[in-house]
């Protein structure tokens, strides 16, 4: 099981950015799949962005498409979530992950690494 940590986290006015950054250890990291999801309290882990192994492909959620960018660094293992023009409702806990494949369901991922706190003021 790959080993996963987010970090870059933080309070932030709407309208600003963020850069989130989850660190993989291990040496195999360019065999999996990425992505990025969210939890606000009361709601269910939804999916924000995702990432193929070489990086070719990506996808994203309608409500962060344009806003988000998702991107990897195989040789720092490591897979970046560029935020931009956050808006309040992106508030939540977010969480990178790992699988075989890259859906948009929580269940499909093995690996989650610990989350870090995104809050937007208004």
């Known amino acids: 099981q790959v080993q996963l940590v987010e970090s870059g986290g933080g309070l932030v006015q709407a309208g600003g950015s963020l850069r989130l950054s989850c660190a993989a250890s291990g040496r195999t990291f360019s065999t999996y799949g990425m992505a990025w999801f969210r939890q606000a309290p009361g709601k269910d882990r939804e999916f924000v962005a995702g990432i193929t192994k070489s990086g070719a492909n990506t996808g994203y959620a309608d409500s962060v498409k344009g806003r988000f960018t998702i991107s990897r660094d195989n040789a720092k293992n490591t897979v970046y979530l560029q935020m931009n023009s956050l808006k309040p409702e992106d508030t939540a806990v977010y969480y990178c992950?790992?699988?075989?494949?890259?859906?948009?369901?929580?269940?499909?991922?093995?690996?989650w690494g610990q989350g870090t706190q995104v809050t937007v003021s208004s």
């Open positions: 992950a790992a699988g075989q494949i890259v859906t948009s369901r929580p269940l499909d991922f093995g690996s």
